[in-house]
């Protein structure tokens, strides 16, 4: 299945305990349909000392949120919006929203 959200973009979250919240996606699972935001739907993780955490205790998580349950945010209203495609001139595609602004550029591949 396709999906409408890429890692880096900013959405917003339209259900759950943290309704209305924005963040940046950190990580997609397209396997799960699920999406880590930053700073999103954080839980507590018992961790026991190990060289990366010598002190051991308890540290917060991200943890994944379906992604029907966010909406990419658009620069024009910086509020979230649903996801249409549109074809360039030059063959390319690229993601618009609802109110005909962009939702990400492409980035340039590294050289």
């Known amino acids: 299945m396709a999906l409408h959200i890429k890692k880096g973009d900013t959405v917003e979250i ?11 996606v950190l990580r997609v699972i397209p396997e799960k349909e699920k999406i880590v935001v930053q700073g999103q739907n954080v839980a507590k993780k018992h961790v ?17 949120i379906h992604i029907s ?15 249409h495609y549109q074809i360039n001139e030059d063959g390319s595609k690229s993601r618009v929203g609802a109110d005909g602004t962009e939702i990400n550029k492409p980035r340039k591949a590294k050289q």
């Open 48 to 64: 026991r000392p190990s060289r990366r955490n010598p002190q051991g205790g308890r540290i917060n998580v991200e943890q994944p």
């Open 69 to 83: 349950n966010v909406l990419p945010v658009t620069s024009k209203s910086s509020r979230g919006s649903r996801v």
């Open 14 to 24: 339209i259900a759950g305990d943290h309704k209305g919240a924005t963040g940046r």
